[in-house]
């Protein structure tokens, strides 16, 4: 069984970077696709980006110039940074495993964790 | 603003078929396959339909989606209360190179 956990600050202060890491068990990063949704409180999902196991990745446009995903196959992890952060940006940060480029299937998450931006 | 469009909110009696619809365009939608999601209070979401209507195992048959041109539905048959939760659309849109979603629909059985 797959699983995935999210770990990192869980506040942040405005104009810092935010930055989680996904350890997933049971299964490895080499083969699928990782990615980051984030859930702000009360509102809908909001896909962050890709990652898939060759390091190919994708970004939702109206976040991808602060973001940065990476993929570290030597520890089964993979992370998120967001830079530049304001009080927007707090939300719950899930991960979650991909089956298949250019799809919205995601069939495994971590359980997510909070990150609150305020001074 | 999402760039799928749900209904804020459906309801419905146990029992009831309802269904949740999802709006978009020829660039998600129109040419990519559709996903649904549950969310339960406090939990993360859990794929309910995938490849417009499909279901995933351990999913019960009263859940089906379909999906004409630009559009998508959910339906619910056999309404139960452990089925009111949060649910969402979702697509790759090939204008954005990325995953779109729905703002979600509230589902409550009265």
């Known amino acids: 069984q797959v699983q995935l956990q999210e770990s990192g600050p869980g506040l942040v202060k405005p104009s810092e970077t935010l930055s989680l890491t996904c350890t997933v068990s049971g299964g490895s990063v080499s083969i699928y696709l990782w990615t980051w949704i984030r859930q702000p409180p009360g509102k809908g999902l909001e896909w962050i980006a890709n990652i898939y196991y060759n390091e190919s990745t994708n970004f939702n446009p109206s976040l991808k110039s602060r973001v940065t995903i990476s993929v570290d196959t030597s520890k089964n992890q993979f992370s998120l940074k967001l830079s530049s952060v304001t009080a927007a940006d707090t939300a719950v940060y899930y991960c979650?495993?991909?089956?298949?480029?250019?799809?919205?299937?995601?069939?495994?998450w971590g359980q997510g964790t909070l990150v609150t931006v305020s001074s | 603003q999402s760039v799928l469009t749900q209904p804020p909110s459906a309801s419905g009696t146990p029992g009831q078929r309802v269904t949740i619809s999802c709006s978009g365009s020829?660039?998600?939608?129109?040419?990519?396959?559709v996903y649904w999601y549950l969310q339960l209070p406090g939990t993360a979401p859990k794929v309910l339909i995938y490849?417009?209507?499909q279901r995933p195992s351990g999913v019960p048959d009263r859940f089906s989606g379909s999906k004409s041109g630009t559009s998508a539905s959910l339906a619910v048959s056999g309404l139960r209360s452990e089925d009111e939760a949060d649910y969402y659309c979702?697509?790759?849109?090939?204008?954005?190179?990325?995953?779109?979603f729905g703002g979600g629909t509230k589902l409550t059985v009265l």
């Open positions: 490849r417009n209507n």
């Open positions: 979650a495993r991909g089956l298949s480029a250019g799809e919205g299937y995601f069939d495994y």
């Open positions: 020829s660039s998600n939608i129109g040419s990519n396959y």
């Open positions: 979702a697509a790759w849109d090939d204008s954005l190179s990325g995953v779109v």
